[in-house]
């Protein structure tokens, strides 16, 4: 069984730009989760979705949103980037009301 | 808040010894609390979950315990072993359904 894929694995960007990040769920997963964590720092929650529909968000400005889609995969978008939102970008998946989240490796973004 | 506090030195043992890692939280009242572990560059792995009326959780080396009066759960890791060497994490879900972790508990195990 595939596990949870993220793309890109790297993605550099200029302060101002936007950043789009990609998620594929485990087969059958339908819930979808967003964390942030910057260097040396613990996961912050960004974003839950679920069946198509943003069920939660963390403290987190509006420009960071995202998406899902009808197969579950989902798209996290970062507007107008600044050199704080340089990290490492983790997507999650479950089954709805399943526990244990299956993390994917997650997305390095730097903003230079 | 809600808060989740980890010990906030990292744990370096022996080969063989057994480690000890402490999670303690204010303002949650949990039906269950998780722990995973996170190497370097990658994504938690989910290790264990406990529920609020279990006081003991054990998977192979793994060992944890949950006291919801003490507000605090440990997670021991007994005949540790170089390739246990990663941060710990615990995570709790709050009221409104979002799962939180900790800031992580990073063991080194010396050969």
């Known amino acids: 069984e595939a596990g949870v894929t993220q793309s890109p694995t790297h993605l550099i960007k200029t302060r101002g730009q936007q950043a789009t990040l990609r998620c594929s769920p485990i087969?059958?997963?339908?819930?979808v989760y967003w964390y942030q964590q910057a260097l040396g720092l613990g996961l912050q929650f960004l974003l839950w979705?679920?069946?198509?529909?943003?069920?939660n968000r963390g403290n987190f400005p509006p420009r960071f949103s995202g998406r899902q889609f009808p197969n579950y995969s989902s798209e996290l978008n970062v507007n107008a980037l600044e050199l704080e939102d340089s990290a490492l970008y983790l997507c999650?998946?479950?089954?709805?009301?399943?526990?244990?989240?299956?993390f994917g490796s997650g997305t390095r973004l730097t903003v230079v | 808040s809600q808060k989740i506090e980890q010990n906030s030195e990292a744990l370096n043992i022996q080969e063989g010894k057994t480690a000890t890692l402490t999670c303690n939280y204010t303002?949650?009242?949990?039906?269950?609390l998780q722990w995973y572990r996170q190497d370097p560059g990658r994504g938690p792995v989910f290790l264990l979950l406990?529920?609020?009326?279990?006081k003991e959780k054990r998977k192979e080396r793994l060992k944890v315990t949950f006291d919801t009066t003490l507000k605090q759960s440990l997670f021991h890791i007994t005949a540790s072993q170089p390739a246990d060497s990663a941060t710990y994490l615990c995570?709790?879900?709050?009221?409104?359904?979002?799962?939180?972790f900790g800031a992580g508990t990073t063991v080194t195990v010396r050969a």
């Open positions: 406990i529920r609020e009326n279990e």
């Open positions: 303002n949650y009242s949990p039906a269950y």
């Open positions: 979705y679920d069946e198509g529909e943003e069920r």
């Open positions: 995570a709790l879900r709050s009221n409104d359904y979002k799962l939180s």
């Open positions: 999650a998946s479950s089954l709805r009301g399943h526990y244990g989240y299956t």
């Open positions: 087969s059958g997963h339908t819930s």
